[in-house]
């Protein structure tokens, strides 16, 4: 219990400080953005390398992604 007291006393005090992801280039809400479009990106692709190696998609030539030709 006192761990926790001790982390979440310092979780807090980093956030208080401006420290949590701030980074030159970017705003933490800029990044945490980043991070999060990353992550969707992934989990996509995953789920999308699963169901190919299931064999849980009917076979036919369109594409599920999102793909712009000119």
Known sequence: M???SVLLL???AMALAGCSMNTPAY???ERFA???RNTAY???AMSDDT???M???PSNQETIWN???R
């Open 51 to 53: 169901d190919w190696f």
């Open 42 to 44: 992934q989990s996509t």
């Open 27 to 29: 705003s933490a809400k």
């Open 67 to 69: 793909v712009y030709h």
């Open 10 to 12: 310092v979780a807090s």
């Open 55 to 57: 064999l849980s998609r």
């Open 34 to 36: 980043q991070i999060n």
């Open 2 to 4: 006192k761990l926790l």
